[in-house]
């Protein structure tokens, strides 16, 4: 099987993946990418083409985005927000002169990147790093990844799934995960 194109990251890249399943995932799919960064959420650009080994990818497709997927992804955005209010005022406190244009958080919460425009003082790597390590400890997304990338067993979100692992419905996991956001 060959490779979709597939756009992912919040600044729009486009790369080849693989499907971890050999599903062949149609134009505009919503997906879960397991990039060099980590978990991301991508957007297929192209069906994969009948081709021999595939060389070089940039990662694997996981799978379809679901809702719970979805909701975790509104949970995110929300969080993106604070942590760009959060630099901002962080940079405004140390009278830094950086402009901050945006700020990604990656799907299986393992990185969080502040985006820059032009030279970005030094003082300014470090008040970022405290706040990533801030929001590391404040948001705990961690003890949620192998759910997000395997679900809650085999056949998860599957009609013979249903009942397994003590979920009343399969996907009760993932909503689960969904909503385990601590703040302290």
Known sequence: MGYHLVRYSLLGHVGRFVSADATRYPR????IVRS???LEIGEVLTEPE????????HGQILRRMTIE???LEARLEKHRHEAFEACTALLAEHRIAASLIDV?????GQGLFFYFLGIVPPATESLTRQLAEAYETTVEFRQFVKTLEEGCGPGCGTEEAKGQGGCESCTSCAVASVCGVRKE
């Open 50 to 57: 009948p081709t021999g080994a595939v060389a070089s990818t």
């Open 28 to 31: 505009s799919s919503r997906v």
């Open 36 to 38: 060099v960064r980590g």
């Open 104 to 108: 990604e958080h990656l799907f299986d």
């Open 69 to 71: 997927d979805e909701l």
